[in-house]
């Protein structure tokens, strides 16, 4: 009998006057009834609308049946079979604008809570101890991952169960990539990142680490003198943007992928850690995606007294996750909607001692579809703060297309690969945000799932 309640059960969490104060993880996860009970909200669809949502296609139905059945084994192996990273989608992945968006419950009620049970049953997984990983025989082929964020695991998974040997660099000194530098540890457990990383090494995929390709080692060598047949680069979009106005170069203005570098990879939170980290009483971060949620959440729990987010939109163009504005929101984090920056201001001792903003308003819409924001004659205004992070985008860094010959790239840096994910050169295909720019863990791993296909394909017609 299917569960009609019109709401998806709650996700518990810890209260948000305890959570700011530390970088444990804030949902807490279903119990195995409460799970159960939610799968029996979903109605089995014959058309399977949120599969169509899903950028990796995962059986969604056939999953949750199987909780409600209670075999949660036989859940996982079904997302397994489309998902290397279950545990981090179930997290992170925005699925109210993906597979819940096309739920039918959510017609008229709330949708199925799709992405809680994904994370319920890898949890699940990943506490049994006796799960044996089966490793595919080999099929003599050699293929080279550049990156190990969600693209390039998914990729290197992917291929994995193919057979492929495959060996997959990693620049920084732990395996991640955007997982374990920019996403904070009370929304993506680095722990949970570890356990997927080890099923792929279960799986016979190779990591290298502190691996810059470009400067360590070039693709012309990986394909020449090392054998590998095709190589998938999965770098992502690692260099931050800024907004070019005065006062940028003052002491106290981060870019917010090396604040969250320092705070989620390197652990600078922890009083031991060897890393120094700026921690501000009065924290400006501009922007309004979800890394700017991140950064303004950590600048909170660093102990900063007051964190305002400064966005040029209104609150309804907010790039960033509902889920993660009404967390920010509870947490204390001021938002400073219709403003934007035009000077950051020296205090007496020439570091950061405000930020000049102007207000705005919103007038025709642009190229993207949203209205422009239009600056508000005489309406300048200071905000005082000691510290500014700036989170209004990042590029493909530009060291693998200045070592590598004939690899075509767009004017703003993205490699440009077709709908397979091929490159200009051959053997060499690419996905993720290094050829999209920055988007989404869940994009990325629909690109590395892509290219993986397209690989095998390429190989084995070769």
């Given at each position: 009998?299917?569960?009609?309640?019109?709401?998806?059960?709650?996700?518990?969490?810890?209260?948000?006057?305890?959570?700011?104060?530390?970088?444990?993880?804030?949902?807490?996860?279903?119990?195995?009834?409460?799970?159960?009970?939610?799968?029996?909200?979903?109605?089995?669809?014959?058309?399977?609308?949120?599969?169509?949502?899903?950028?990796?296609?995962?059986?969604?139905?056939?999953?949750?049946?199987?909780?409600?059945?209670?075999?949660?084994?036989?859940?996982?192996?079904?997302?397994?079979e489309s998902s290397s990273l279950p545990a981090v989608c179930g997290r992170v992945c925005p699925q109210e604008s993906q597979c819940e968006k096309y739920c039918v419950r959510g017609i008229k009620t709330e949708p199925v809570g799709i992405g809680r049970l994904e994370r319920f049953v890898a949890d699940w997984h990943n506490a049994q101890e006796d799960v044996q990983v089966v490793k595919p025989s080999p099929n003599g082929h050699k293929v080279a991952v550049i990156g190990s964020g969600p693209a390039g695991l998914t990729c290197a998974g992917d291929l994995a169960k193919k057979g492929y040997e495959v060996t997959v660099f990693e620049a920084l000194h732990l395996a991640g990539g955007v997982l374990v530098y920019g996403i904070p540890e009370f929304r993506l457990p680095k722990s949970i990142v570890q356990k997927e990383v080890d099923g792929l090494k279960a799986l016979g995929v190779k990591i290298e680490t502190n691996m810059v390709i470009g400067r360590v080692i070039t693709i012309d060598e990986l394909m020449g003198e090392m054998g590998f047949e095709a190589v998938f680069i999965g770098s992502g979009a690692g260099l931050p943007r800024?907004?070019?106005?005065?006062?940028?170069?003052?002491?106290?203005?981060?870019?917010?992928?090396?604040?969250?570098?320092?705070?989620?990879?390197?652990?600078?939170?922890?009083?031991?850690?060897?890393?120094?980290?700026?921690?501000?009483?009065?924290?400006a971060v501009v922007g309004g995606g979800n890394v700017a949620m991140d950064a303004a959440r950590c600048a909170k729990r660093l102990g900063a007294d007051e964190v305002y987010i400064v966005y040029r939109r209104s609150e309804e163009e907010l790039p960033a996750r509902r889920e993660e504005v009404e967390h920010a929101k509870e947490e204390g984090i001021i938002f400073k909607v219709l403003n934007n920056p035009v000077e950051i201001l020296p205090n007496e001792d020439g570091n950061v001692g405000g930020i000049k903003c102007i207000k705005m308003e919103l007038g025709e819409p642009d190229e993207s579809g949203r209205r422009r924001p239009v600056p508000v004659e005489d309406s300048e205004f200071v905000i005082d703060v000691d510290a500014v992070i700036m989170s209004i985008g990042t590029s493909p860094n530009p060291l693998i297309k200045a070592t590598t010959d004939g690899l075509d790239t767009q004017r703003w840096g993205g490699i440009i690969a077709d709908e397979t994910g091929l490159t200009s050169r051959e053997g060499v295909f690419a996905g993720g945000d290094a050829v999209t720019g920055a988007a989404t863990v869940i994009l990325a791993m629909g690109a590395g799932k892509t290219a993986a296909a397209g690989i095998d394909e390429y190989i084995q017609n070769k």
């Open positions: 009998m299917p569960n009609m309640s019109p709401k998806k059960n709650e996700m518990p969490s810890q209260a948000p006057d305890v959570r700011n104060k530390n970088f444990l993880e804030v949902a807490l996860g279903y119990t195995q009834e409460v799970a159960v009970d939610e799968a029996q909200r979903c109605l089995n669809c014959k058309n399977r609308p949120c599969v169509k949502g899903c950028p990796v296609n995962i059986q969604i139905p056939d999953f949750i049946r199987e909780i409600a059945n209670g075999d949660f084994a036989k859940a996982y192996d079904i997302i397994s800024f907004m070019n106005i005065p006062g940028e170069n003052l002491n106290g203005v981060f870019s917010a992928n090396e604040f969250l570098t320092r705070t989620n990879l390197m652990k600078a939170y922890k009083d031991d850690a060897t890393t120094p980290i700026v921690k501000a009483k009065k924290v």
